[in-house]
């Protein structure tokens, strides 16, 4: 029993990240009737956004030391934090701390920035081209974004640590009755649920309950029918794009601590996620969430040894298997509308 | 001549006349020359050039004809080199059975995962035939490794029963005895030429697989393929079941990778999972787009172009472009050094990116729509009529100016 | 007993009864036309005799054998083709591609690997085809795109390449839906031709009521999913129930 809890929670942690990705994707999909191969390359930057805030917090100058000198007899020079000497060594110190929270902070303009350049700059001109024509040409530019970050930052994973508070583990089974030390989880996991939870829940509301989220949601149903009611339909989809960019860029921020961000983890996470996508039915929001949570805890549960000792390599495949399964009895994933995307 | 029609003959013996010349035409710098590093014509690089030529080839088939865009079918070549070095290991270190294996495996293979995935169209058509990759990839990496050999990847070894082969033969993949990596180099004045035996039977078997693309291009089955792209409702309002017609291209497809697969492992006998990976298949993508997708030469003119990106665009280094602007101002030399820099060297894949994009974006037809705007330019100069294609494939042996 | 004999055919979308105790007789070779306001069933009747649509009730029986639960090309080989509303065509292909593929269907029927059969020794399908663009008028764009066409052009294509296959039964959806006067007049004309120099049948689902009235040799009205009279246009004209059904909306509008 335990252990089945362990792996549902273990699940829920790379189910998060898939059900982020997936939305912002579906969120493209359904708004702009676009397919977005890039998407994956703005998780990785939204995960290079939080190792680039704690890069800048380490930024420190020289100073000589006052009292001190070298054995030779020069001045000795400290390296003194920018961030510390602004804000005073306590104030600072925190940051540095808590510096992938913040991240978010930093990533939120950041990636509504990179949203809004690439649906002007080049999705807009993809609407009327066929779909191969945009998995293409994200695709490409899915690469060009993954080479910049290599060239910047090198090909090697940067570890990026959570807040000190936040690091460690947390006996979860004592919460709900079971023995000390039965089910123990890391506590940053938790946070990454959580955190999922809160911006997939934001995303949801802002759909269902503001009168933006009215129309966009109006636009996913019938474009046409809404441009011709004169609302601008093209300037919110525009911000939408936006807002799935800045989705998956948090969760990108927030995944740092749990996986180094290295250069090609997009496209890692984007051949999962479009499974994903795929599962829940394209276009379809809550399919997303739910599909993206699914096969998180279906390939956790995948790779117990209880499980790979009777089906052997299972939970390499897992997520492919119900992949297919889904695509050839449902065709259009769990929760998807007929007819879109089969021309 | 061949049933062919008159430009497409003009055009077959064009190519052949290019790959076999390869050796010659890919080393238009003398071998001391600082230039020397541009030379492609090296064996290894150039049975590249031909093996990728014909993966690409047969994607075209599919992707070019029926418009179904495979992001899988880097799983026939790694089962294709699996089968072939399997072969190579029980039976014969000739490379004739272990080729034959490698297509008959991977058709077989196709077989299978074609008529699943073509149960749907579009996205789920594509994502279909990536879970299938991947899971191979993924499969060939853990369980399978009493066949895969895991990680290392397959190797021959010296213990290998190979029956057939008695106690003198070979001990590396051949031809009824002449070995793959032999090889004659002639010198002349600076220059020197590489002829190897693997390139020319990798040469060989690409133009018979081209002459089967041009005879399946402009067969009835081909016109019916890309009828199939254009209006699926139309074709079955016509009483014609797209279905078999998708498979046949499918599976088709799937040998041309199979084969592509068992060349590689008869130049090079071993076999690894990272063939299969879902890059792999992205990469037959690119060259196909790039090239033209759905003309004749524009995906081997594109798996050249991106070989030659890897293996040559990739070596120049930082020295290499402060040799090139030497003969600017100091400052302004540093300038330009630190503006190209990125995009060359091990930034190549920037460029292929950017590259990419600009030809999705500006030449839906590839290089060979390319070739075809500059041809019409020059003829509207000149009367003189060149077939665009043709100026295309020509174009596809001089080195890429960038 | 007709050649297409539709029986007690009902369809139901959801909540919504589109077919209800359609019955229909088509006899061979005459023009047959089935017009009804909106939402009568039309297009779902139509749907039900091609195989994009399996009826819940009756039959549909085409020369004596069942067309239920065949697939639309088995169906077509059967011998009914379909002229779409919006011309189906291959826009991607050439007019004369366009015109060989209906006649290598007829010949080899739903699926033959001629992969590596030449184009050059299949003179019999390219003289047929060719034949067939005289006879349209289309000859001299045999080498043009057929998205290029114009729209009338490419209902004249679409109409060839029902009639390469040699249909026994040619079913027309709307065929001058959205077309100006003269073209449609054209198309009457085409039709009428068609029907002079050929054994054939024609079904022709029309709003156009001059269409219909200037080609029918039969009218089955339809309105809300069943068949309300059938007769010979004169008949129909002065027929009080149809004027009430579906003239009278016309003439409102």
Redesign the interface.
């Known amino acids: 029993m335990d252990a089945i809890l362990l792996q549902l929670l273990n699940g829920l942690d790379k189910g998060s990240a898939y059900a982020l990705i997936a939305l912002g994707l579906t969120l493209i999909f359904g708004t702009l009737g676009v ?1 977005n191969f890039a998407h994956g390359a703005i998780f990785m930057i939204g995960s290079f956004c939080a190792v680039t805030l704690s890069k800048i917090f380490a930024l420190s100058h020289k100073a000589a030391e006052p009292s001190g000198k070298d054995f030779l007899g020069n001045p000795k020079y400290d390296d003194v934090l920018y961030i510390t000497e602004w804000f005073g060594e306590d104030i600072g110190n925190w940051m540095i701390d808590w510096s992938v929270p913040l991240a978010i902070l930093f990533a939120i303009p950041i990636m509504l920035l990179i949203g809004y350049i690439m649906e002007r700059g080049l999705i807009k ?1 993809f609407y009327k081209r066929p ?3 945009q ?3 994200t ?6 974004l993954q ?2 970050i ?2 910047f930052y090198g090909a090697n994973p940067i570890p990026t640590a959570s807040p000190e508070a936040l690091r460690g583990s947390f006996d979860f089974g004592v919460l709900i009755g079971f023995e000390p030390n039965a089910i123990i989880y890391p506590v940053w996991r938790l946070v990454y649920f959580a955190f999922s939870a809160l911006i997939i829940g934001a995303v949801f509301a802002f759909l269902q309950f503001t009168t933006f989220g009215m129309v966009v949601r109006a636009g996913m149903a019938d474009r046409e029918t809404v441009g011709l009611l004169g609302i601008n339909i093209d300037k919110r989809f525009t911000i939408m794009f936006g807002i799935a960019a800045a989705v998956a860029g948090l969760a990108g921020v927030m995944y740092a601590p749990i996986n180094s961000p290295n250069y090609h983890m997009g ?1 890692d996470f984007l ?1 999962l996620s ?2 994903v996508v ?1 599962v829940g039915g ?1 276009g379809s929001l809550p399919g997303a969430v739910l599909a993206g949570f699914l096969l998180g805890i279906v390939e956790s549960f995948a790779s117990m040894n209880e499980i790979k000792a009777i089906i ?2 299972i939970d ?2 897992i997520i ?2 119900v ?2 399964v889904i ?2 009895t449902r ?1 259009r994933g769990l929760m998807g509308r007929k007819g879109v ?3 | 001549m061949l049933g062919l029609e008159k430009r497409d003959t003009l055009l077959l013996i064009v190519v052949a006349c290019l790959v076999t010349f390869a050796p010659i035409l890919l080393n238009p710098f003398p071998a001391d020359s600082s230039m020397a590093q541009f030379n492609a014509g090296y064996p290894d690089l150039m049975q590249r050039f031909v093996i990728f030529g014909i993966f690409a080839i047969g994607f075209n088939i599919l992707f070019g004809l029926t ?1 179904y ?1 495979s992001f899988g079918h880097a799983a026939f070549l790694g089962v294709g080199s699996y089968s072939a070095v399997w072969m190579m290991k029980l039976l014969t270190m000739n490379v004739i059975p272990a080729i034959a294996l490698s297509v008959i495996v991977a058709g077989l293979f196709s077989v299978l995962i074609g008529y ?1 995935s073509l ?6 058509f ?3 035939t ?3 990759a ?2 191979s990839f ?2 060939a ?4 490794t009493p066949i895969t050999n895991g990680e290392t990847g397959l190797q021959i070894t010296l213990n290998d029963p190979r029956i057939l082969d008695g106690a003198g033969a070979p001990s590396y993949p051949n031809l009824f005895g002449a070995q793959m990596n032999e090889a004659t180099t002639l010198f002349f004045g600076g220059w020197s030429f590489t002829f190897s035996v693997g390139y020319y039977l990798c040469a060989v078997i690409m133009l018979i697989s081209f002459y089967l693309a041009i005879r399946i291009f402009r067969s009835p089955f081909g016109m019916m393929l890309r009828a199939v792209k254009s209006n699926q409702q139309r074709m079955n309002y016509t009483g014609l079941n797209t279905k078999p017609y998708t498979l046949a291209a499918f599976v088709i497809s799937g040998m041309y990778a199979g084969l592509a697969g068992g060349l590689l492992a008869s130049m090079d006998p071993l076999a690894g999972a990272e063939r299969m990976q ?2 792999a298949s ?1 990469e037959v ?1 690119l060259m196909t ?1 790039l090239g033209g997708a759905g003309t004749l030469i524009g995906p081997v003119l594109g798996a050249g172009f991106i070989k030659y990106f890897e293996n040559i665009f990739s070596k120049i280094n930082k020295a290499t472009l402060e040799g090139w602007f030497a003969f600017m101002p100091d400052g302004i030399e540093e300038f330009f050094v630190a503006i190209i820099y ?1 995009f060359v060297g091990k ?1 190549w ?2 460029t ?3 590259l ?2 600009m030809v ?2 500006f030449l ?1 037809g590839g290089l060979v729509e390319g070739g075809q705007r500059i041809g019409k330019m020059f003829r509207r100069r000149d009367r003189k009529s060149s077939d665009a294609e043709l100026s295309a494939a020509q174009q596809r042996q001089v080195p890429p100016a960038e | 007993m007709g050649i297409l004999e539709v029986k007690n055919v009902g369809k139901r979308f959801g909540g919504l009864q589109a077919l209800s105790n359609v019955n229909l007789t088509v006899e061979e070779n005459s023009v047959h036309a089935i017009i009804g306001p909106n939402g009568a069933g039309k297009s779902t009747l139509l749907n039900c005799l091609v195989g994009k649509l399996i009826p819940d009730t009756g039959s549909v029986m085409f020369d004596g054998q069942s067309v239920l639960g065949r697939k639309p090309y088995e169906i077509n080989q059967m011998g009914i083709s379909r002229v779409f509303q919006t011309p189906e065509i291959f826009a991607d292909l050439t007019v004369m591609e366009n015109m060989l593929i209906p006649c290598f269907a007829k010949r080899d029927g739903s699926f033959r690997m001629h992969a590596l059969e030449s184009m050059m020794n299949e003179k019999d399908i390219v003289g047929k085809a060719e034949h067939m663009l005289e006879e349209m008028k289309l000859i001299d764009k045999r080498a043009m795109h057929a998205a290029a066409m114009s729209r009338g052009d490419k209902r004249r294509l679409e109409i060839a390449m029902c009639l390469a296959q040699d249909p026994r039964l040619l079913l027309l959806d709307e065929p001058t839906a959205g077309m100006a006067r003269a073209d449609t007049n054209n198309t009457i004309d085409l039709l009428k031709q068609i029907k002079e120099e050929r054994n054939i049948t024609i079904a022709i689902i029309e709003h156009d009521m001059h269409v219909v009235f200037s080609l029918a040799e039969r009218i089955t009205v339809l309105a809300q999913g069943t068949p309300l009279v059938e007769d010979t246009p004169d008949k129909i004209k002065g027929h009080p129930k149809v004027k009430e059904a579906y003239l009278g909306e016309t003439q409102a509008a």
């Open positions: 397919v001109h779909h191969a024509d998995i293409l040409v695709f490409g530019l899915a690469i060009v080479e910049v290599k060239y496209m051949v479009f499974v795929v394209m052997p390599g390499q495949i492919y298997v992949a297919i695509l050839l065709p995307m089969e021309e | 418009g865009l699943v149960r749907r169209s579009g996205i789920y594509s994502i279909l990536l879970a299938f991947q899971m993924n499969l990496y853990s369980v399978l879902w890059t992205g993508v787009i990125p930034g894949h920037l292929l990116g950017l990419f994009m999705v974006i839906p």
